[in-house]
């Protein structure tokens, strides 16, 4: 067999960053190869018709900061992108109530001074505060994390534009980012506000895709990264792809492919061809093997590491950092048919709530009750819902008149008591069905189809090690330096020409897309290019 | 004082947002809801319904009708139709724009003509010597604008007869669910859209319908301020912003003509006379000194000029009308009219006026932009127009596309 593929790059895992990757790579005239395993593109960022004129985004569910330079840089609208306004955020309360975060700022603060005039005050100096803060952390979230025990002029030079970046704060501003590195979302906000659901509803920005509750420390971090959308104001990197998440990744494979790449469906890679501590091809399965100069992974480190490469090919220390690698899934996901709209007790009749967001938070404390059923093996019998009626944004999601409801759901621990079956997945729907019923008691009667996603079915359908959505924890100690592992968070890895470009690495987690242009960047950095 | 238009009952009470602007005399929504972004979302998304019927209206008809219409317009009107639309300006004597409009050919002598200023008198003066009644029914008829991807499919499921093959810059006369309509496939959106005609009288039961049966389809009332993003995108150039009336300009240096305001296409000049038919010739003979051009701004320019400030870039979420200096090599070339950040390209357009030949497609210019109070200059690339332009826009699945404007 000829070593000549004519290929320069292969990418393995059709995800959005490795399609991301393999546009930057084409766009510098690399020829790339990209092999998905499954006969979409997308990875978890997929919209399949799962049931007959419904279309749901089966797992990642909304566009989480989608890089304003990416969308630019590939030209995505042209290739078909169109990020829609998900304007407000509902939590339904238990006595019929609710909180409202309106997209209009007047409308919300009178909805907060009806709760607590105290908070409608904090919730502007809140926003103005965070607002500095994620402008002062973009710049690193943008950056390639240097080895802070390395000596090295490159390495040394981003230390110091960190140090740098740290002294440039005010005081107020750099005592909120370490109350933010280390205290927990429900602490914290607690310094700001009174309003139980305000506070539950914030909160669980969070915990999002994480195996923690909102009382374990290092949860107050992710709060920041809500207000990275209000830096990118107009790019409204936040909100929902039309026609769902797939439509996400298909236009960045319809860009990846205006640059020259191939994208082979169905294509399992089975293991990196190693030679010589280079990586030189992969074999698929069923043995076919393709040769390039450059392998890049987009899966997740566990795959990328454990599953594709033997365990000679790595140091022994790597090797380990990598099998301690916390990737453990915390959440599943709901997705529904209706024949109807859900019409919630607490906001009757068909209105423009049912265009945004609804969150099922109405205290801390529920948020971690939800916690503690997981922390002991089971899914949460009142768990968390993040809920969004996509076919109210963009009606082609289902037919005339009828509705999909996509519903993010935690806990459901991978690890579950006794292991998941068709049995508990049918139960863990039910718990979600049911819960939401209370507050919108028309539900039950409106399903016309059910898609319950656990864990495992998330590892199993799209390759997400323990089903974690952001390819491992986004808990201090798995970000920036440390992603996914000391000395090796800047896309490279100790195997030459194999690189990792997945939500694995800095800054992950979230169809973002940061660390696919970041690795693609370095690769090129690498070839002289 | 204002008066609402026919539709003004219902939309009343959905103006959320009491932003209320005037239009021709009428007071007309610029956004029902707080903020706009559904409305411009349903434009380009689904569908929007514009209550466009402050526009004034005027019919032609007699033996000459055909004629003054070619006595006034640019475009030959010979060409046109029965049931063809065309998009028009028209000039003074001296070849500068007046206003600019669509003529409707209902019949061999029968016209509509449409325009943003009372033409009125305009028409009169030109008539003189013609066999034509001319007869305003501006507040007789009421108009929606239903534009967006799925304004033909609301319209297929709710209009007699087949309007799906209704064809870009076509009319009809039909009904609406019982109710008697002239659709026209045209609008000021740059996208798949319809306009309806119908009489004041059944304005509410028209709206009524299209609002209801529109629901599943994901339908929205629009305001202007949509409406005034929408046609950025699309490269429309909007009266008294864009360019003055050449019978309002004060001063000479204010007026343009067609070719300056890139209407050049819409110039027929060997075609029957015309008023402004023999400056327009001498202009064409030794080219216009304006262009009327799309320019995108470039992002990064934008960036460094507020990170001086330590700033992330501030783009208007609406079109901005404040006219700014354009330069090239530190001499100020032209000014642009109209900037709008597209939600949908997301780019930040203008239109622009550029001294020929600073105008041709690619060229690198500085923009003005005020930061911190500060005068800074971003970079910014001409670019072809219109910025968005769909194919659906001019398609028609059940027969193929044929004509233009």
Known sequence: MSRDSGYDAIIVGGGHNGLITAAYLGRAGLRCLVLERRHLVGGAAVTEEVNPGFKYSVASYVVSLLRPEIIRDLDLPRHGLEILPLESTVTPLPDGDYLGRWADHDRTRRELYRHSPRDAEAYDDFGTLMFQLAWAVKPILAMVPPDPLSMSPRDLKAMLRLGKHARDLGEKQFNALYKLMTMSSADFLDEWFEFEPLKATMSASGIIGTFLGPRSPGTAYVLLHHYMGEIDGVFRAWGMAKGGNGAVSESIASAAREHGADIRLEASVDRVIVRGGRAVGVALEGGEEIYAKTIVSGVDPKVTFTRLLEESDLPTDFAEAIRRFRIRGSSGKVNLSLSELPDFTCLPGRGPHHRGAFSISPSIDYLERAYDDAKYGEFSRQPYMDIIIPSMIDPGMAPPGKHVMSIFVQYAPFDLNGGWNDAKREAFGDAVVNTLAEYAPNLKEAILHRQVMTPLDMQEVMGLTEGNIFHGELSLHQLFFYRPAPAWSNYRTPVKSYYQCGSGTHPGGGVCGASGRLAALEILKDLGR | ?405
């Open chain 2, 1 to 405: 004082m204002l008066r609402g238009t026919p539709f003004h009952e219902r939309t009343a009470p959905l103006c959320e947002a009491s932003d209320w602007r005037r239009w021709g005399g009428c007071v007309a929504a610029g956004a029902y809801e707080l903020t706009h972004e559904h409305e411009y979302a349903a434009i380009r998304g689904t569908a929007g319904i514009i209550d466009v019927s402050p526009l004034f209206k005027y019919r032609v008809t007699g033996p000459d009708s055909a004629r003054l219409m070619d006595r006034m317009i640019t475009r030959d009107v010979s060409t046109c139709d029965v049931g063809q639309v065309l998009y028009t300006p028209w000039c003074d004597p001296a070849g500068k724009v007046r206003d600019d409009g669509t003529v409707h050919r209902l019949g061999e002598h029968d016209f509509l003509l449409t325009s943003a200023e009372p033409n009125l008198l305009w028409m009169h003066d030109n008539a003189t010597g013609l066999d034509v009644t001319i007869r305003e029914e501006t507040e007789e008829v009421g108009a929606l604008a239903l534009q967006g991807p799925a304004s033909r499919e609301i319209l297929r499921g709710i209009t007699e007869g087949a309007v799906e093959d209704l064809r870009f810059f076509r009319t009809m006369d039909t009904s609406i669910r019982g109710v008697p309509v002239r659709i026209s496939r045209t609008g000021y959106t740059g996208d798949l859209g319809y306009e309806i005609w119908v009489g004041a009288g059944d304005a509410l039961a028209l709206w009524d319908t299209l609002i209801e049966h529109g629901e599943t389809f994901g339908v929205a009332p629009a305001g202007l301020i949509a409406l005034d993003m929408v046609r950025v995108e699309a490269g429309l150039i909007l009266i008294d912003v864009d360019y003055v009336p050449a019978h309002r300009a004060v001063i000479e240096d204010r007026k343009s003509s067609p070719f300056e305001l890139g209407l050049g296409w819409t110039v027929k000049l060997d075609t029957a006379p015309f008023v402004g038919q023999a400056a327009l010739v001498a202009e064409k003979a030794r080219g216009p000194e304006w262009e009327f051009c799309g320019l995108v701004v470039d992002w990064e320019s934008l960036e460094s000029a507020y990170q001086e400030f330590g700033l992330p870039p501030q783009v208007p979420g609406s079109t901005v009308r404040d006219s700014v200096p354009l330069y090239r090599d530190g001499a100020q070339v032209g000014y642009a009219t109209s900037r709008c950040w597209s939600p949908a390209l997301k780019r930040f357009l203008a239109l622009a006026h550029l001294r020929v030949p600073h105008s041709s497609l690619g060229t690198h210019l500085e923009i003005e932009v005020t930061v911190e109070h500060r005068r800074r200059r971003a970079t910014a690339t001409v670019a072809r127009t219109p910025f968005f332009d769909p194919p659906r826009k001019r398609e028609t699945p059940a027969s193929p596309t044929r004509g233009a404007a």
